[in-house]
């Protein structure tokens, strides 16, 4: 079993980089194809190549010289906003890059794929916590993506054309407990990093996106989950593939959401520093409460959380910040 091969697209990116490190640690053999475009970890545990999913071709000769038993496909770009703003650039990175890797792999012969989905496929819902089962009703381009990559995975698996596991992650957060890696975007836009940014006084304040939502305190609900947990789940989720080839697609969160406020004095506590909020307008393309019904990845996979506090989870995000 340990000497398995795992090629990770997006290995050097955020829930990439910390799957690899638990991979490599634990005995199977790492590849990791970046194209380093979000400014990513200097930490690659693995085997690298520098290149872009779109260079089909390349791709190809790299599976075939690789040959890997699994591929996990972290990359993809991420944020909401930017997806409104420019939906060609998610389509075109996210769906038909997605597409040529999914060629390359049957051109290949690779059958195992572990895919990085997202909570933001699922929309406005009427329950909270939200069940696999929901109707994916995305209301942003980025969750658009993510669901029409899951419609056709979920033909071809019909198909036997592959099988796969899809993980809809809540909100990834956190970093490395023991420091090694973190989140390291460019331009940050996630919540916690802003607020943890505006305590090290490199923001002048946090700006609170809408505080008319419909939720006890006005602002958007969340289900904040450690990146390490997150990147666990694709190690059971990588063996139960490999045990019995069938495919499924699991919520990966907690099950317990917080406010953009509760995380708000939840970082002031952490850091022990005072600073500036603002209360702005909302932005688009938020849904107002997304938390995930658990049980079929605890069911399924035998997931424990091991960091499931939200102020251990801003504590390794500061420790990180810190640091960088
Ligand atoms: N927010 C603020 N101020 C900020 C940043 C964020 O009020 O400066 C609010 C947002 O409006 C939202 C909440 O904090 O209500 C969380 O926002 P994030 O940007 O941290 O995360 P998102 O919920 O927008 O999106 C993240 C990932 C998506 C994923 C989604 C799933 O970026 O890829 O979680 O829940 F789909």
């Known amino acids: 079993m340990s000497k398995l091969k795992v090629l990770l697209t997006g290995g050097a990116g955020f829930v990439g980089s910390h799957t690899a490190k638990i991979l490599f640690r634990s005995g199977y053999k790492v590849i990791i194809i970046d194209n380093f475009s ?4 200097k930490h690659p545990y693995g085997k690298f190549y520098k290149i872009d999913l779109k260079e089909e071709k390349e791709i190809i000769k790299i599976l075939k010289k690789e040959k890997p038993d699994v591929i996990m496909h972290f990359a993809a770009f991420i944020i909401v906003s930017e997806s409104i703003e420019n939906p060609f650039k998610y389509y075109e990175n996210n769906v038909g890059n997605t597409i040529k890797l999914i060629s390359a792999m049957k051109e290949v012969g690779i059958k195992n794929f572990i895919f990085s989905s997202s ?6 819902t009427e329950k909270n916590p939200i069940p696999e089962t929901a109707e994916l009703r995305p209301i942003n381009p980025y969750g658009e993506s993510k669901a029409m990559v899951e419609k056709m995975l979920k033909d071809m698996a019909q198909a036997k054309e592959l099988n796969y596991i899809a993980l809809r992650y809540f909100n990834v957060a956190g970093a490395d407990p023991e420091g090694e890696l973190g989140p390291s975007y460019l331009q940050p836009t996630h919540l916690i990093i802003r607020a943890l940014k505006a305590a ?10 809408g505080t008319d939502y419909p939720t006890p305190d006005g602002t958007c609900i969340r289900d904040y989950v450690h990146v390490m947990d997150v990147a666990y789940a694709h190690v059971l989720a990588m063996k139960y593939l490999l045990q019995n080839t069938n495919s499924n697609v699991l919520n990966c969160g907690y099950g317990k959401g917080f406010s953009v406020k509760e995380v708000i004095e939840t970082v002031k506590k952490v850091t022990q ?17 997304l938390v995930a019904d658990n049980r079929k990845i605890k069911q399924i996979l035998k997931w424990k959380p091991k960091y499931n506090f939200l102020e251990t989870i801003i504590q390794h995000t500061w420790q990180w910040l810190k640091k960088t």
């Open 200 to 209: 090290k006084g490199e923001l002048p304040y946090l700006e609170i996106y």
């Open 119 to 124: 909570a933001a496929v699922y929309g406005i």
């Open 38 to 41: 979000s400014g990513a970890s």
């Open 273 to 289: 520093r005072e600073f500036k909020v603002i209360e702005g307008k909302r932005r688009p393309g938020d849904p107002p409460v």
